[in-house]
């Protein structure tokens, strides 16, 4: 098990895409939202991904993650997880520091850009970017959960 | 990816134990069980599992399923899984070519013996022990993930 700490911003510029170290497709769906965990399957480049989250509050969640064959993660986002699928690419983006990931929502949530920071601990300090917007990582509409339930095209 | 045909009786006497072969604790909770997949998190003896079934109708289910670190999965019984968590123990009785799985429900499923028989096709014969009694293959109530909800000691 690990614990994650993450922050979340909105990106308010395209000036991070100078700073880009590599990319990567990804299709998520999730097999439950409901209860006291989401569990969720990842299709990320050619490998596959089962993780479940503890639905702690705040920041900091616990986090179980899996590899799994891809053949696998593809056929459970067919026809096991909720629609729609969640459709992504994720940019590793170097800042000070820290690796950011910047999300790059198509399909359903098409127009979303959002950026995420690891931490090792809660009050660890980080250089806020001059692209990095408001944050929002107590606000639920962001979760990756809902951006599938309820798709940033129908706010 | 597994296709699961199985099908399941009622016990109705003891003479089973004859034949048991060998018998491991098993501990089980769900992670999920709405939406078009149940997520199961068992504690097996000192190995752990994480298994998603597909939600389809009749004894043939899409299953797939992962060993997972058995810390793991005990840290998903305590904290993540619905409860109360079923607990019992399998015995595996072998009856003509075939091997059953006979479940001795403990803790709030108490009194309840269930059979289960594997099968590799929808109609493939297998000898019907006089121990096994009314089939419950289709009868949701003792579905696994229904008896973590509603348990026997309560119907």
């Known amino acids: 098990m690990g614990l994650e700490i993450e922050r979340k911003f909105l990106v308010k510029n395209a000036s991070w895409r100078d700073a880009i170290e590599d990319r990567e497709p990804i299709l998520q769906g999730y097999l439950a939202e409901a209860g006291r965990a989401t569990v969720r399957v990842r299709a990320k480049g050619d490998r596959g991904f089962l993780t479940i989250k503890g639905r702690t509050t705040g920041v900091t969640r616990s986090e179980f993650e899996y590899e799994i064959p891809i053949e696998d993660a593809r056929t459970m986002l067919e026809s096991l997880s909720s629609l729609p699928v969640i459709d992504k690419v994720r940019h590793r983006v170097r800042c ?9 929502f198509a399909g359903e949530n098409a127009g979303l850009v959002l950026a995420e920071i690891e931490l090792a601990s809660e009050d660890e300090s980080f250089e806020r970017p001059d692209w990095a917007g ?3 990582s107590d606000d639920p509409r962001y979760y990756n959960s809902n951006l599938a339930r309820h798709p940033f095209s129908r706010w």
Chains 1, 2 share one sequence.
Not at 96 to 104: A, F, P, Q, S, T
């Open 134 to 136: 408001a944050e929002v």
């Open 96 to 104: 000070g520091g820290h690796l950011w990931e910047v999300d790059v």
